[in-house]
């Protein structure tokens, strides 16, 4: 019998490269996208994973931050796919990169909504197809969950309510046989790095103790460890050069 997987957050980098990786892997893939302007990008991914892969693929317009666009997602793949969901890889997120006395109640909330909020209501939502089948859930956290980060406290706080909300799902659902696991990216090199002055990202890179920015394919490698584990559960992975020590 085929897969099938839900990405939230998966046409652009660290979510597209685990999005393929899904394909790879043999999982039919519902990918979400919110903009009008994400909905080509979204669709030429959907088109690779057929091509590549020999999957099915849908994209659906929902904004993950709202339950009734979650549900949505979460029917759509359900007409598409079937009754049961393998993989539900939650990966949606946004900063404001902000301090926090200039930033507003709307902009926190937002952060926090897409960041975390989202994941619960996909969680919510998605679990009742995976309960009792071996199936997993993996949610993106952050080493600004683990660690502080200026100018990203509401990102913190969010990405730190990951690893809680995973490690209690975890618990909760292993007798059930879902697990529950998170991966914490370090800084990976996607088109916001490469926006930046390169002499300050070498100079950021220098801090790193194996001394580079991680790969998109680094966060997609541990997807794929994640999925294929079948005695992991409740544990962060985080690909981060060193930079954050467990």
């Known amino acids: 019998m085929s897969k099938n997987a839900i990405i939230t957050g998966g046409s652009r980098g660290l979510g597209a490269a685990m999005t393929k990786t899904l394909g790879k892997l043999g999982y039919n893939v519902a990918i979400n996208y919110r903009s009008d302007s994400s909905k080509v ?42 009754e049961n969901i393998d993989a539900l890889v939650n990966n949606a997120g946004i900063t404001n990169n902000c301090n926090f006395i200039d930033l507003q109640p709307e902009d926190y909330e937002n952060v926090i909504n897409t960041n975390l909020v989202s994941m619960m209501h996909m969680c919510h939502l998605a679990l009742p197809y995976m309960v009792d089948r071996d199936t997993s859930i993996v949610c993106t956290s952050s080493i600004g969950g683990m660690t502080g980060v200026i100018n990203q406290a509401d990102y913190c706080a969010a990405k730190s309510g990951v690893i809680g909300l995973m490690r209690a799902l975890a618990l909760e659902f292993s007798s059930r046989k879902v697990r529950v696991n998170a991966i914490a990216p370090g800084m990976i090199m996607t088109d916001m790095l490469r926006g930046v002055n390169q002499d300050e990202l070498n100079a950021l890179a220098a801090t790193i103790p194996l ?36």
């Open 41 to 82: 990008i979204t669709e030429k991914i959907v088109k690779e994973l057929k091509d590549e892969y020999g999957v099915e693929a849908i994209a659906v317009q929902a904004d993950v931050s709202k339950f009734e666009d979650c549900k949505k997602l979460v029917d759509a793949t359900i007409e598409a796919f079937g």
């Open 211 to 246: 001394g580079h920015i991680g790969d998109v394919s680094d966060i997609a490698g541990a997807l794929e460890y994640i999925l294929e584990a079948p005695y992991l559960t409740g544990q962060v992975i985080s690909p981060n050069g060193g930079f954050v020590l467990q």
